[in-house]
């Protein structure tokens, strides 16, 4: 008999569950609680969707279990991820290891991921939001409840995201259907995400873009360290960089007021090539005011952010000015000190740390608390780095929960 699959959730790892059960003979159902399919998508990359990553490596995403992670990896690897979209009709590209549709248009991903479900025959109901589940004996199956609504399956697939992005579906229902299963919950926090700053001056130098090094550090001891381009706002700090470890951070404000960053705004020189800097630049003291003499290390706002910092007044003559506030502002280039005391909120976030953890489900993201029910995507306990790497594990974790749910067990 024909399996009945049904798929909660239509984003990046409901659909790729959706498409590989059906392409197993299963009918499959998707329930989707927005009124279309694939809203997150149309949002990643900056509209044009970094769907994966050639230098894929397990080391790049965070979870409990990372042997666990590892291997699923490498059952749907970048090789996979590449040759499930080009069989869709997509053209790919790479940019640094990093892959996109050639077109750099999202809706092209959503847009082949649709005409695929459409074509295997997939059921797509939007406005269904899954509110309940019941997973009786093995011959019962799975049933969901939407509302009034019922609807009963052989298995089903719980792809409806953390909590990252609410307002394109991922809100933390799908936390709620696992603990009906008796699913525990690790904490979660959002990931990828600006920080906010305790330092009442920021405004000062909000929209400030610049190539830094950016150290994390929590009572005394280095945390982490990223490279990159730091976008500064009026509530803090912002940028790749930023959103690399920004998870790491939100973790340890759960248990304590802040973090400090140092940033590097002068990260390519050296310590011989940094105190020739300031050596030459002594040519430039002679008649020139303060603001004068530092221009051209630096954005403008910056620099006369850290004059201020240090005690020195940009309408001061250079020449006159105290050695040791002149010094102060060098060193505010190599490092500035900020304090980092909360994160934005998920609807900035790009991803959510936590979930449901990788030893309560099995080999093939089947439940260890209810037979039948899979889960994939960022409802488990793994987030990646920025650079394709949440989406692979949507693929990935997609293609490994619709084919065991269809009834074919994964190599």
């Given amino acids: 008999m024909e399996k009945k699959v049904g798929i909660v959730g239509g984003g990046a790892a409901g659909m790729t569950a959706a498409i590989t059960a059906a392409r197993q003979g299963a009918k499959v159902t998707i329930l989707e609680g927005n009124d279309r399919v694939g809203k997150k998508i149309l949002a990643t990359g900056n509209g044009k969707c970094n769907l994966g990553n050639l230098k894929l490596d397990a080391q790049d995403y965070y979870t409990g279990q990372p042997q666990f992670l590892k291997r699923c990896l490498e059952r749907f690897g970048k090789e996979d991820t590449v040759s499930f979209f080009q069989g869709l009709g997509l053209m790919l590209k790479e940019k640094n290891g990093c892959l996109y549709p050639a077109c750099e248009q999202a809706s092209a991903v959503l847009d082949v991921l649709r005409y695929e479900l459409a074509?295997?025959?997939?059921?797509?109901?939007?406005?269904?939001?899954?509110?309940?589940?019941y997973a009786g004996p093995?011959?019962?199956?799975?049933?969901?409840k939407s509302g009034k609504r019922t609807f009963h399956f052989d298995s089903a697939v719980i792809a409806c995201g953390g909590k990252a992005a609410p307002k394109t579906g991922s809100d933390g229902s799908g936390f709620e259907l696992a603990r009906q299963l008796g699913h525990t919950i690790l904490p979660t926090v959002p990931a990828l995400v600006?920080?906010?700053?305790?330092?009442?001056?920021?405004?000062a130098v909000s929209g400030v873009r610049a190539d830094a090094e950016i150290h994390v550090w929590n009572q005394g001891k280095l945390l982490a360290s990223e490279r990159g381009e730091l976008q500064l706002t009026d509530r803090g700090i912002s940028?790749?960089?930023?959103?690399?470890?920004?998870r790491q951070v939100n973790y340890i404000l759960r248990r304590q007021k802040e973090v400090e960053v140092t940033i590097d705004f002068l990260p390519d020189l050296g310590r011989e090539e940094y105190d020739h800097l300031q050596n030459d630049r002594k040519l430039l003291l002679d008649g020139?005011?303060?603001?004068?003499?530092?221009?051209?290390?630096?954005?403008?706002k910056l620099m006369l952010q850290f004059m201020k910092l240090a005690g020195l007044k940009p309408t001061e003559q250079a020449q006159l000015a105290d050695v040791k506030k002149i010094a102060a502002v060098y060193g505010l280039c190599r490092e500035w000190r900020l304090h980092v005391n909360g994160h934005y909120s998920y609807d900035n976030a790009q991803a959510c740390a936590g979930g449901i953890p990788l030893d309560q489900?099995?080999?093939?993201?089947?439940?260890?608390?209810?037979?039948?029910?899979f889960f994939a995507g960022e409802i488990l306990d793994v987030d990646g780095r920025c650079g394709g790497y949440n989406l692979?594990?949507?693929?990935?974790?997609?293609?490994?929960?619709?084919?065991?749910?269809?009834g074919e067990m994964c190599g």
């Fill in 119 to 133: 074509s295997l025959g997939v059921e797509v109901v939007t406005d269904c939001k899954v509110n309940r589940i």
């Fill in 138 to 144: 093995e011959e019962s199956g799975i049933t969901l």
């Fill in 194 to 203: 600006q920080l906010t700053c305790s330092e009442p001056y920021l405004k």
């Fill in 239 to 246: 940028g790749i960089p930023v959103f690399q470890f920004s």
């Fill in 288 to 300: 020139r005011t303060a603001e004068e003499f530092f221009t051209g290390i630096l954005h403008k």
């Fill in 361 to 373: 489900v099995t080999r093939n993201l089947e439940s260890k608390r209810a037979k039948g029910v």
């Fill in 392 to 406: 692979h594990w949507a693929w990935c974790s997609g293609h490994l929960a619709g084919k065991a749910s269809s």
